[in-house]
């Protein structure tokens, strides 16, 4: 049996808080232990282009969302500001690999 879980948050700052306290995977220490030189000996099957294509479009998609979201009440809210730069960082940090 699935069981769901529903998440209440009174404010903006508890869904910061949760958020900031989430584990992360992508760290620059994760991303520096790559061994990036031993990638091209290991080919893409053509099967994972699409998927590829789609997450490059979905980081597009996500920054251009960011800008017009910066225009709205909300987007200048500070603690949805500060949960948006977060994710900008590991974007950034993505987009590296």
């Known amino acids: 049996m ?3 879980f529903t998440m209440n948050f009174e404010t ?4 910061l808080n949760w958020y900031e306290r989430q584990p992360r995977v992508l760290t620059p220490e994760f991303i520096s232990n790559i061994p990036w030189h031993k990638i091209k000996d ?3 099957d053509e099967k994972f282009i699409p998927v590829i294509l789609y997450m490059r479009d979905v980081e597009t998609l996500t920054d251009m969302y960011h800008r017009e979201l910066l225009r709205t009440p909300t987007g200048k ?3 949805i500001g500060n ?3 977060g994710g900008a960082l590991r974007r950034s940090l993505m987009a590296k690999c």
């Not at 903006?12 to 869904?15: G, M, T």
């Open 42 to 44: 290991y080919p893409v």
């Open 12 to 15: 903006n700052k508890d869904v």
């Open 2 to 4: 699935l069981t769901l």
């Open 83 to 85: 949960l948006w730069n």
């Open 77 to 79: 809210d500070p603690d």
